[in-house]
């Protein structure tokens, strides 16, 4: 073989190591993202969720891509977007949103891992086996709704002593509002208090609840958890102080939005939680084997600055309970 020949052959193996390097190196896995809701309204629970990835070692854009799927509060949309995620192959699917997104991607694959944030009981949804034993293919994070109930309404009584009826605004469609509703019933029941539920599924819904509240004379108001109520906060809180009705919400966003207060675990801290349990699974670990997680901490958010528009007067020791108080 002559000289320049052996330089040639020798450099153009030397050209093809890298490519023959690069062949070799696993595909960045994606994870599908599905929400029932949209981009604009909780789009920081996908901000959290990222940071719980960055956590536990992945980069979106770096070793990890997403692709988003957002339902825009239109649930019937979902099976057809858990559908498209599965057929994309992702490597796995976080859902957010509540029960009825985790519901549509469980329906859609029985083999691809799925973390889910939820505020229905897992179990009793069907989504897991048991709480520390999940079995299948899902896992997540199970953020407790209707057992706050009676709580709420004690914060309620506390700082308005002299309420004597209260009411629930509830989303029929939502898959845990019938334990909400019976959760409230048998609350208001204990305490003495009148009790009167109203239905709203549409943002529409809002003036008319809002208006039989007033001329049924209701003293305040638990808005039920449900993320369609989280989506139109702005509508819902302005609607609230327009009747002066004293409100209490499950998140603190909606206070945070102007609402009067809120009782209930950090949803931001429940999709941080998902995206490091999202990360252990791509690092090998089975859903099967990581047991649903259940917030241990909740926080009381209180807004001075609303009471004062409405005409309320907090008593101290209640603001002293109180983990954030706005001014």
Do not use: C
């Not at 898959?175 to 003495?192: E, L, N, P, R, Y």
């Amino acid at each position: 073989m002559r000289r320049r020949d052996f330089i040639t052959l020798l450099g153009g193996a030397a050209a093809a190591w890298p490519l023959a390097a690069r062949a070799q190196q696993p595909a960045m896995p994606v994870i599908g993202w599905l929400a029932s809701t949209s981009r604009q309204s909780q789009g920081h629970f996908a901000t959290a969720f990222r940071q719980g990835l960055k956590d536990a070692g992945y980069i979106e854009g770096q070793n990890v891509a997403i692709e988003y799927r957002w339902a825009e509060d239109q649930d019937d949309r979902l099976p057809a977007l858990a559908a498209d995620l599965v057929g994309a192959r992702v490597a796995l699917i976080a859902t957010a949103g509540g029960t009825v997104a985790a519901l549509a991607a469980k329906a859609a694959t029985a083999t691809i891992p799925i973390v889910f944030v939820a505020g229905a009981d897992p179990v009793e949804t069907g989504l897991v086996a048991s709480l520390n034993r999940p079995g299948g293919n899902v896992t997540g994070v199970g953020v407790s709704t209707a057992a706050l109930e009676a709580k709420k309404l004690e914060l309620l009584r506390d700082s308005i002593p002299q309420i004597k009826s209260v009411a629930m605004m509830l989303n029929p469609t939502n898959a845990v509002s019938d334990a909400q509703s019976k959760a409230f019933q048998a609350a208001t029941h204990t305490i003495g208090l009148q009790a009167r539920i109203v239905h709203v599924q549409t943002e529409s819904g809002l003036d008319i609840a809002f208006s039989t509240l007033v001329q049924d004379g209701a003293d305040a108001l638990i808005v039920a958890s449900d993320p369609f109520f989280d989506s139109i906060r702005d509508r819902l809180v302005a609607l609230a102080a327009r009747h002066a009705m004293p409100t209490i919400y499950d998140r603190r966003e909606l206070v945070m939005a102007g609402g009067l207060m809120s009782y209930g675990a950090s949803f931001v801290a429940a999709h941080h939680l998902a995206g490091v349990y999202a990360g252990r699974i791509l690092k090998g670990e089975k859903p099967s084997n990581l047991p649903v997680a259940l917030p241990t901490e909740f926080e009381l958010v209180v807004n001075l600055k609303a009471a004062n528009a409405i005409g309320l007067r907090i008593p101290e020791s209640f603001l002293a309970r109180a983990d954030e108080v706005i001014e």
